[in-house]
């Protein structure tokens, strides 16, 4: 039986799958390393260890495909492993994980899907009538570029004006914001006032319980992610919108309140033809879908 390999590099980490033709996970790694290049070829070794059969293919995601950490990791990977990256280069994470969530995961079976998802960084995701859409130069959707916000910040500038806002470090330095203009928060007991240990789960914590800054942090994170699906949806028209990242992790948080924000600003009627479901493949995702691709990339 012929394995597919799947790898998505991430700022200083990486994770590899090994598949089958139907999804299933034969193998799995994840390293954690400055040395990007070193923790994907770690991650292919172990994935491969962790299944039997001969290899197919490996299909690359990454978060950022045209930074020179991921250029560095192809230019490894080329004499020791075949596959679409080698003249394509990498799938965007989003992408291949929209593409994964379509066949094996929350949007199992729908042609028409959107994924949307953020942690570190934001990622988005289109699949129409079964295939992925990139755009003429394979960088959409860039869904961190989203221009949300009318006021011009050298941030947005830089990373762009959603993942400012609402990736995990511009969570954390909204809540940090705060605490410095007077507001008084638990996590600085938590932290014993060290802004800079503060992370995203931080937040969330104190928000379930109870802590007002936190709360009010994360219901303006739903605001602006609630923009951001309603932007997606209005332009894709997607079958299911599929949410990941702490929109699935913090789903007790964060759903329902994108959801609100979502049907605020789409349609009525593109809102009830539309599915909303919290991602299932977790942090394999964009890995199973660049997996995917490259299987289909044989066929």
């Known amino acids: 039986m012929k394995r597919m390999l799947g790898l998505e590099i991430y700022d200083a980490s990486a994770i590899a799958v090994a598949i089958d033709e139907t999804g299933r996970v034969l193998g799995r790694a994840a390293v954690a390393s400055k040395d990007?290049?070193?923790?994907?070829?770690?991650t292919l070794d172990g994935a491969a260890a962790g299944s039997l059969g001969s290899v197919g293919a490996l299909g690359v995601a990454a978060i950022n495909p045209e930074s020179p950490e991921c250029q560095a990791v192809l230019k490894a990977l080329a004499p020791r492993y075949a596959g679409?990256?080698?003249?394509?280069?990498a799938w965007a994470s989003g992408t291949?994980?929209?593409?994964a969530e379509a066949w094996i995961g929350a949007a199992r079976g729908a042609a028409d899907v959107v994924f949307f998802g953020g942690a570190e960084h934001m990622a988005a995701g289109i699949v129409r009538g079964g295939d992925p859409v990139v755009?003429?130069?394979?960088?959409?959707?860039?869904?961190?570029?989203?221009?949300?916000n009318p006021v011009e910040r050298e941030d947005y500038r830089k990373i762009g004006c959603l993942e400012a806002e609402v990736a995990g470090p511009g969570i954390v330095r909204?809540?940090?914001?705060?605490?410095?203009?007077?507001?008084?928060?638990?996590?600085?007991?938590?932290?014993?006032?060290?802004?800079?240990?503060?992370?995203?789960?931080?937040?969330?914590?104190?928000?379930r319980g109870?802590?007002?800054?936190?709360?009010?942090v994360v219901r303006d994170t739903a605001k602006y992610?609630?923009?951001?699906?309603?932007?997606?949806?209005?332009?894709?028209?997607?079958?299911?919108?599929?949410l990941g990242g702490i929109m699935a992790s913090a789903a007790d948080l964060l759903l329902e309140p994108v959801r609100t924000e979502l049907a605020r600003r789409v349609p009525p009627a593109m809102m009830d033809a539309l599915t909303i479901a919290p991602a299932t493949?977790?942090?394999?995702?964009?890995?199973?879908?660049a997996a995917r691709l490259a299987m289909a990339a044989l066929q």
């Open 96 to 99: 291949a994980a929209a593409v």
């Open 84 to 89: 679409p990256f080698v003249h394509d280069g």
């Open 281 to 289: 493949l977790g942090a394999d995702a964009a890995a199973i879908g």
């Open 174 to 207: 909204r809540l940090v914001w705060r605490i410095k203009a007077g507001d008084r928060s638990r996590v600085q007991e938590t932290v014993n006032d060290d802004f800079a240990a503060i992370t995203v789960n931080h937040v969330l914590e104190a928000a």
């Open 210 to 216: 109870g802590d007002g800054v936190s709360i009010s």
């Open 135 to 148: 755009g003429a130069h394979r960088r959409a959707p860039a869904v961190a570029w989203l221009a949300l």
């Open 36 to 42: 990007v290049t070193s923790a994907a070829l770690a």
């Open 225 to 242: 992610l609630g923009m951001a699906a309603a932007n997606l949806v209005a332009v894709a028209d997607p079958a299911v919108l599929v």
